[in-house]
T-cell receptor, first 115, second 112 residues
Framework: GDSVTQMEGPVTLSEEAFLTINCTYT??????LFWYVQYPGEGLQLLLK?????DKGSNKGFEATYRKETTSFHLEKGSVQVSDSAVYFC??????????????FGTGTQLKVEL | DAGITQSPRHKVTETGTPVTLRCHQT?????MYWYRQDPGHGLRLIHY???????DKGEVSDGYSVSRSKTEDFLLTLESATSSQTSVYFC???????????FGNGTRLTVT
């Protein structure tokens, strides 16, 4: 079945540092890929998405590129802020061949940004 | 916030008691989902609904049932709560089949 693997956290960075959170996936067909962010005490919010190979999703300075050849969707940001501290989830939605409408989530990576 | 309200926000209950969590949405979206969030597991799908009285099981449905008698409400029931069901439960809605999920703020359930 579909699965998502994320790097374990917590990831602790200083403000203005470069961020990478790795995400790789296993899926049948042609999945869509997502990054969600969860701030303390809140539900998940969609951060960005990509629906086909080589697409780049971007939002709020975060980027991720759908790499079919390496089955990856790594999240990056050039300069993190304290306000980026949150838990980040990689997720996929299977293509028509592989289960349609349901999302499969990774285990989440906690990011802590310090001054 | 896509008009999603979960209630209660926090609940402590004893093993063996029934518990019902409610998800209410104000925008008549067709698709609704219940997930649980646990450390080391991310979010796992419990049940989902694609319309009134149309529900289906997710990957961790044992011990849970759901009902959707009207579009705006999706109820999750733990028929006899166990300590392994201590978790944070999230409701989510989807506006159309391929649109992103929108999540509520969660219900923290503790089973003692």
């Amino acid at each position: 079945g579909d699965s998502v693997t994320q790097m374990e956290g917590p990831v602790t960075l200083s403000e203005e540092a470069f961020l990478t959170i790795n995400c790789t996936y296993t899926a049948t067909g042609y999945p869509s890929l997502f990054w969600y962010v969860q701030y303390p005490g809140e539900g998940l919010q969609l951060l960005l998405k990509a629906t086909k190979a080589d697409d780049k999703g971007s939002n709020k300075g975060f980027e991720a590129t759908y790499r079919k050849e390496t089955t990856s969707f790594h999240l990056e940001k050039g300069s993190v802020q304290v306000s980026d501290s949150a838990v980040y989830f990689c997720a996929l939605r299977g293509g028509p061949e592989g289960g349609g409408n349901k999302l499969t989530f990774g285990t989440g990576t906690q990011l802590k940004v310090e001054l | 916030d896509a008009g999603i309200t979960q209630s209660p926000r926090h609940k402590v209950t004893e093993t063996g008691t029934p518990v019902t969590l409610r998800c209410h949405q104000t925008e008549n979206h067709r698709y609704m989902y219940w997930y649980r969030q646990d450390p080391g597991h991310g979010l796992r799908l419990i049940h989902y609904s694609y319309g009134v009285k149309d529900t289906d099981k997710g990957e961790v449905s044992d011990g849970y049932s759901v009902s959707r008698s009207k579009t705006e409400d999706f109820l999750l029931t733990l028929e006899s709560a166990t300590s392994s069901q201590t978790s944070v439960y999230f409701c989510a809605i989807r506006t159309e089949m391929k649109s992103p999920l929108h999540f509520g703020n969660g219900t923290r359930l503790t089973v003692t």
